[in-house]
């Protein structure tokens, strides 16, 4: 009787790990220089010196592999803790999306995504699951002014978070990262003026 090893994955073998870093950030590339259209199998293969043998040994397809890109360049949020009351809770929100919106290139690949999404129901998708996370964390944490008598009832998430990452992203979407952090200072001092409590 024989017995077969199993295959190794990228947590067994550092190279597995390099090849698909290198596909990912191959194909990452050609999508913000070029859309959607660009990132095909050779294209990504030519880019990153993965052969494509390779490329399909990691994915099945390249619409699998364009769901992973996004997985991957979608910034990882941790829950955001409630325990230490309203404020503090907005504050370490927006502070989440200045990091991310401040990050070199972030601008260019959500551009990019937002494209992709208009493509690939699959992503369209995750990108909505990730968007529907997002409000319901700040429902919470609306919800957690109210109970504080922070802020009046009947605000939403869907008003409250345009509201504050509007300004933000225009002012990255500007080439201005080096600034969203003083944009959302100012924007969210505001917000929190407009109710004293």
Not at 72 to 95: C, H, K, Q, W
Not at 183 to 191: I, N, Q, S, T
Request: aromatic residues 4%; hydrophobic residues 45%.
């Amino acid at each position: 009787m024989t017995t077969t090893s199993p295959t190794p994955t990228a947590a067994d073998d550092p190279r597995i790990a390099r090849s698909r870093a290198k596909v990912l950030a191959a194909a990452t590339e050609l999508l913000v220089e070029a859309g959607p259209r660009a990132v095909t199998a050779d294209a990504i293969c030519e880019r990153s010196g993965v052969a494509k043998s390779t490329l399909y040994r990691h994915w099945n397809s390249i619409n699998e592999l364009l769901v992973d890109m996004m997985r991957t360049n979608l910034p990882v949020t941790s829950t955001i803790d409630l325990s230490a009351g309203f404020e503090v809770a907005l504050r370490d929100y927006v502070g989440r999306a200045v990091v991310a919106l401040s990050a070199p290139g972030w601008v260019r690949i959500l551009s990019a995504l937002l494209e992709l999404r208009q493509h690939n129901p699959e992503i369209a998708q995750l990108m909505q699951a990730d968007f529907d996370d997002k409000m319901s964390t700040m429902a919470s944490i609306l919800e957690l002014g109210v109970a504080e008598g922070r802020l009046p009832a009947g605000l939403t998430a869907e008003l409250v978070t345009p509201t504050l990452s509007g300004p933000m992203v225009l002012t990255a979407l500007n080439g201005e990262e080096d600034r969203v952090a003083e944009v959302a200072d100012f924007v969210l001092g505001r917000f929190l003026a407009s109710y004293p409590g």
